[in-house]
């Protein structure tokens, strides 16, 4: 039977990596990058290769091995594992790179920071202040080769060959036969007299100096260089002297030293000290601190070397979101960290963290997601979308708070692109729809309509076709003017998605109607859709062949390159709409003031008015704008627009009693459509002058304003739509043209004028007859309902108390 020997370096976890040492400390020991073969993670390895001849260096090296081997703590190299043969030595630390080559490649990148010099220093004497005054132990050997740098930049005291008890108990210091070394000794040793007077550190904290020299100056020639400090920063440079002076009884003690430094003005008195002392100490901060702390990171990470904040940072971030309930305040430190982080690094370390956020129920955590959403969107693929985070996310719709619900409509349109069918078309529309018919606030359902328009084209070609001429009609409609604005512009940014006759049937009727609209914004708005859609049915007049071209994106998928032309005015909505809107939900986020000044526009027929619209408004006055009904295909659109979201708008009961009540502009409405039934007959026998002229005498151009039901005040500093003196002529040199449309002559007005100045004339000869027509209206209407409830009651019959009803 055979018997093999185990090979201890085979067996050994870990492996070199085979290439040229990095270096190491003059001597014997050579450094290696290394890899654990389980899990291939970065190690360094120190191997000594034992020779024969060489036992007083062999004995040093077993030394330092058990020295490496028992010391622990965070600014000495941290030791994992070690190999022991006759042969070799091997000694498994942290990844490290010698500080030389670390100094030479931050050169090399653009220059080494004081901050980071200043915490890599700070490091070392704090290390050489536990050997001395922890320990009772002399380093013996503190120079830049004994120097190393992890990957988060953290500076470790490595070099512990030559280290001595400094109560004598292991006999004097080991000799180093290393000149290389040697010109680090302090002037005193040289006197073998021993009438010198010095304290256990005062040769480390001179090696200390020269290491610091060497820092800021490059290698050391030879110690009479240490009288000129060179590059050392000034606020520095009294330290480094008293470390370097000729006296070693005046040396500071490593403690001292740094509180020195850390003195108001000092050079270890900066912002990026006190982070790292606070992270090694967070542990066991009170949560009011850590709070504080982490809502102040964010100002200071940017100043900060990156790969201290990928290696460093991050993690604390991390344990303090998973175990310390540290909320909100981390994310914003968290995503600016992910920027140093690769894709592959930030789908493992980042997006869990993300995901598992969306499912907090905590406000402020859910809406600073939502706001920087953008930092991590594009990290996230569909499958978690879909089915980890939409779902969370949707519920931001529901929300009280406004501000939530705004950012959440905002987040769509990052979103969309990656939501599926279901998701996209049918949930996401729902809450649309929703939002944008009953909310509350004038800003949300406006960027309600904003985002419509730009993530109209990820849209199915059934859905765009269904949903997006009913949602911006509905815009154009609301009380808030800025609503209406984003309405025209959700036509124009989506206007490749439209056929020729629906942009002639559908959307030009709607646009017509807002160029009499009483804000000034809005009109300019329309005149300028209303031109852009008339280019296009003009081409395709002239030109038919161009048909197919201008509506081939009409049918199509839903694609994000459509409508390439449109994102401007997608991005104009964006930028002049939404800016606005978020302003006026921080100041005012309970109520929608905006819109007390905006005049109640008419709800579509058979549609209950909204409790938010019911404001103050400017009284009925006769130079007011009066708005043109639509005809027969308009108003079959607008009722589409209105079963938009497929809600329950209640009977028609509910809805004619809630209209009946706006006095001013339902009883002209109600004439109107009386007038307009009657006349249908024979309106095609007219000129065009004549029907003009009727459209005005049946009073079709009419809008009054809504009766305020209580006064209130508007904000400081509003102005309301009556200031505008829409009446009369404007007071400034450069008037609005379209107030000149109410001031209206005395004269009576020619017959063959299209309407130039007959407006008023014709409104003031009808309001009577139209007052009184509705006010026998309603009275009818009401002796109808009492009448019915009476029958209803004498058929039930009264019953008495007790008494059973019988089959």
């Known amino acids: 039977m055979w018997f093999f020997a185990r090979d201890p370096v085979r067996d050994f976890p870990f492996e070199l990596i085979p290439e040229p040492p990095e270096g190491g400390p003059p001597g014997p020991w050579a450094l290696h990058r290394g890899r654990k073969k389980a899990t291939g993670s970065p190690v360094s390895i120190f191997v000594y290769d034992v020779k024969p001849g060489a036992e007083e260096q062999t004995q040093v090296a077993k030394a330092a091995f058990k020295r490496l081997k028992t010391l622990r703590h965070p600014n000495i190299l941290a030791y994992i594992d070690g190999l022991e043969t006759e042969k070799c030595l091997h000694v498994v630390t942290e990844a490290v790179t010698p500080l030389g080559i670390y100094l030479k490649a931050r050169v ?18 704090k290390a050489l202040s536990f050997l001395v005054n922890d320990c009772s132990l002399i380093h013996n050997n503190v120079c830049m080769a004994a120097v190393f740098v992890d990957r988060a930049g953290e500076w470790k005291l490595g070099g512990l060959d030559y280290m001595y008890s400094a109560q004598g108990n292991g006999g004097g210091p080991p000799r180093k036969g290393i000149p290389e070394l040697e010109q680090y000794d302090p002037p005193e040793l040289a006197d073998s007299s021993g009438r010198v007077v010095r304290e256990k550190w005062s040769a480390d904290m001179w090696r200390l100096g020269c290491l610091i020299w060497e820092v800021f100056n490059g290698p050391l020639p030879r110690a009479a260089a240490l009288r000129n400090p060179g590059k050392i920063p000034k606020s520095l440079v009294p330290h480094y002297c008293e470390l370097v002076g000729a006296n070693p009884k005046m ?16 050079f270890m008195n900066n912002r990026f000290v006190e982070t790292n002392l606070f992270l090694e100490e967070i542990q066991i901060k009170e949560p009011a601190e850590k709070q504080k702390f982490f809502q102040e990171l964010s100002k200071s990470l940017d100043a900060f070397p990156e790969d201290f904040c990928r290696h460093k940072v991050l993690p604390q971030l991390l344990t303090a979101f998973e175990f310390g309930n540290a909320g909100a305040v981390v994310l914003t430190p968290l995503f600016k960290v992910g920027k140093f982080l690769s894709a592959e690094e930030y789908q493992q370390k980042i997006i869990p963290v993300v995901v598992k956020m969306f499912s907090s129920t905590d406000r402020a955590m859910r809406i600073r997601l939502l706001q920087q959403m953008e930092q991590f969107i594009q990290y996230l693929d ?33 979103l969309a692109p990656k939501l599926n069918e279901a998701n996209l078309n049918v949930e996401l529309m729902k809450h649309f729809a929703r939002l944008q018919a009953k909310d509350e606030q004038g800003p949300i359902r406006c960027n309600t309509t904003v985002c419509l328009g730009k993530i109209g084209s990820y849209l199915s070609a059934s859905t765009r076709h269904r949903v997006l001429t009913s949602a ?65 049915l003009e081409s395709v007049s002239e030109d038919p062949t161009q048909l197919e071209e201008v509506e081939k994106d009409v049918h199509a998928a839903s694609s994000p390159g459509m409508g390439g032309a449109a994102a401007s005015w997608a991005g104009w909505a964006v930028t002049g709409v939404s800016s606005l809107t978020s302003k006026l939900i921080r100041s005012h986020p309970t109520t929608a003031p905006t819109e007390t000044n905006i005049p109640q526009r008419p709800t579509p027929e058979g549609v209950p008015a909204l409790a938010s619209t019911a404001v103050p408004a400017t009284p009925t006055t006769s130079g007011h704008w009066e708005t043109q009904e639509e005809d027969k295909d308009t108003a079959e659109d607008s009722s589409a627009a209105d079963r938009w979201d497929d809600e329950d708008w209640g009977s028609l009961e509910e809805a004619e009693s809630v209209l009946a009540q706006q006095d001013d502009w339902s009883t002209r409405g109600q004439v109107s459509r009386a007038s307009q039934v009657s006349n249908s007959d024979h309106k095609s026998s007219k000129s065009p002058e004549s029907d003009w002229s009727s459209w005005e005498a049946e009073g079709s151009w009419e809008q009054g304003w809504q009766e305020p039901s209580s006064q209130e005040p508007p904000p400081e500093g509003t102005r309301l739509a009556s200031e505008y003196n829409w009446g009369g002529p404007e007071s400034s040199d450069k008037g609005d043209p379209f107030a000149t449309l109410s001031a209206r002559p005395s004269t009576q007005p020619r017959p063959d004028s299209w309407g130039e100045d007959n407006w008023e004339g014709l409104e003031t000869e009808s309001r009577q007859v139209k007052a009184e027509l509705a006010r026998k209206k309603r009275e009818e209407r009401r002796r109808e309902m009492e009448a019915k409830r009476a029958e209803r009651k004498v058929a039930k019959g009264p019953m008495k108390l007790g008494a059973r009803k019988l089959d």
């Open 108 to 125: 090399e990148a653009g220059g080494l920071k004081e901050l980071e010099i200043s915490w890599g220093l700070h490091q070392i004497v």
């Open 251 to 266: 040396r500071p003690n490593p403690a001292r030293f740094l509180q020195n430094c850390r003195a108001p003005g000092g």
């Open 382 to 414: 569909e499958p978690t979308v879909n089915t980890q985070i939409f779902p969370h996310v949707v519920h931001g719709f529901l929300d009280t708070n406004p501000a939530i619900r705004e950012q959440t409509v905002k987040s769509m349109l990052l």
């Open 472 to 536: 911006f009609s509905r815009a154009t409609k609301d009380p808030f003017a800025p609503s209406r604005v984003a309405g025209v512009l959700g036509f124009a940014a989506t206007h490749n998605l439209y056929s020729m006759n629906d942009c002639a049937h559908k959307i030009l009727p709607v646009l017509c109607s807002l160029t009499v609209d009483p804000e000034k914004s809005v009109r300019d708005q329309a005149f300028k859709a209303i031109r852009s859609f008339l280019s296009k």
